[in-house]
């Protein structure tokens, strides 16, 4: 689809000598991403749209799933399982485990522990059974919260990781993930920074080592190993009121994934910041709803205006407004209606969209006579390509 646009604005050019891009570091694994939290943007990357195995990263969307089903009051932490055979530690050997026994019961609180600090992979098939009451339509919740996250290139077969030949996910995808956890169900997050956890008189640490660093505020959140994924750590950190997501996946050890997950965040956070730009009004002006009741419609920045630059840079960046002119009622809250795009240096940096800050009904047919006459001859002054789909830059 797309449609005539209006360009309201452009910045005027910036007057500083340009200052070339922070080079990313180099990072030894088979895939990475830096991202913003705030923003959503992908600072840098490698191989970010790859299909890998997940291995016990597939744990943080079981975590979440668990989490919305808390949320929405389907199940509590206060719920007690009782662990069938399926669940059973023994069915999980030379794996990590909570060490579930059959006839067990356990409180949900309980195992969300063991599934987000012991990474246990038969209390994942407990938290799965209890939520759907069988693996399989576990999955699917997995697999529809992935798709309504806007991860494409993920498809989960299992609640825990276990190498299986139709499951992938990508570095991207896993950072998408990520970041709506932290903003969806913070509760259920605050769990990745606990150090260990007990059950049964065993004691099992955490095993993302970045959360012992006393050089950055580490909170999370997964690692993951098999021998076809090779070794795998999703991390956040905060500094300074900046957030910033890194994955690693398919590096040589444990030692390797949380080395390179450092190099990243350390760089991210040395070299990036998080702004929130000023527009003047004309820029963000009430957008006409053809057909409308009313018939404008006022307007916000997704991502909460949010984009990430880098340091000392702000004065360099250019942008360019602009409005779909064909927009019809009813419209609802929060729909894409223009775009944003921000450059530095003449480069595109990111593309932020423009969205409704309320509904727009339809009008009685007598109240849109007058747009029937205007319609053509807006359209007829419009001339340049929308397109409604965002482009993700680095």
């Known amino acids: 689809m797309t449609a005539a646009i209006t ?9 500083a000598e340009p200052s070339p891009m922070p080079t990313p570091p180099q990072v030894s694994a088979k895939a990475w991403v830096l991202m913003s939290y705030a923003s959503g943007q992908v600072i840098a990357s490698e191989n970010e749209h790859a299909p890998l195995a997940p291995a016990s990263l597939t744990k943080i969307m079981t975590s979440y799933v668990v989490g919305k089903e808390i949320q929405a009051g389907h199940i509590t932490n206060e719920d007690i399982v009782i662990i069938s055979e399926n669940a059973w530690g023994k069915k999980f050997p030379g794996s990590s485990k909570m060490f579930l026994n059959i006839g067990d019961e356990v409180s949900v609180d309980d195992l ?9 992979n038969d209390a ?3 938290l799965a059974e209890h939520v759907a009451g069988h693996q399989s339509a576990f999955i699917e919740m997995m697999n529809n919260q992935a798709e309504r996250l806007n991860m494409q290139n993920s498809y989960f077969s299992n609640p825990h990781g276990l190498d299986a030949e139709e499951q992938f996910t990508t570095a991207y995808d896993m950072a998408l993930l990520t970041r709506a956890f932290i903003q969806d169900l913070p509760e259920v997050y605050s769990l990745y920074k606990e150090k260990s956890f007990t059950f049964q008189k065993i004691k099992q640490g955490n095993r993302n ?14 690692t993951g190993y098999t021998s076809k994924a090779g070794y795998s750590l999703v991390s956040s950190a905060e500094q300074n009121d900046q957030r910033l997501i890194a994955v690693v996946m398919g590096s040589a050890s444990t030692q390797q994934r949380t080395s390179e997950s450092k190099k990243l965040l350390t760089w991210g956070f040395r070299f990036f910041q998080d702004i929130r730009p000023q527009f003047n009004n004309k820029e963000l002006d009430p957008v006409k709803i053809w057909y409308g009741s009313p018939s404008k419609v006022d307007v916000s920045l997704g991502e909460s205006g949010v984009i990430t630059v880098p340091r000392r840079q702000r004065k360099n960046l250019e942008h360019k407004v602009y409005y779909d002119p064909n927009l019809e009622a009813p419209i609802e809250k929060g729909t894409q209606v223009g775009k944003v795009e921000w450059y530095l240096n003449d480069e595109l940096l990111t593309v932020q969209p423009i969205i409704t800050a309320q509904a727009v009904e339809k009008a009685p047919w007598y109240k849109t006579m007058i747009d029937m006459v205007w319609r053509p001859i807006g359209q007829w002054f419009n001339s340049q390509d929308w397109n409604p789909e965002p482009t993700q830059t680095q």
């Open 209 to 222: 080592a970045l959360l012992w660093d006393s050089t950055l505020n580490v909170d999370g959140v997964k």
């Open 112 to 120: 969300n522990r063991g599934v987000i600090i012991s990474s246990g």
């Open 7 to 15: 360009h309201l604005g452009i910045s005027p050019p910036a007057l």
């Open 124 to 126: 994942t098939v407990a």
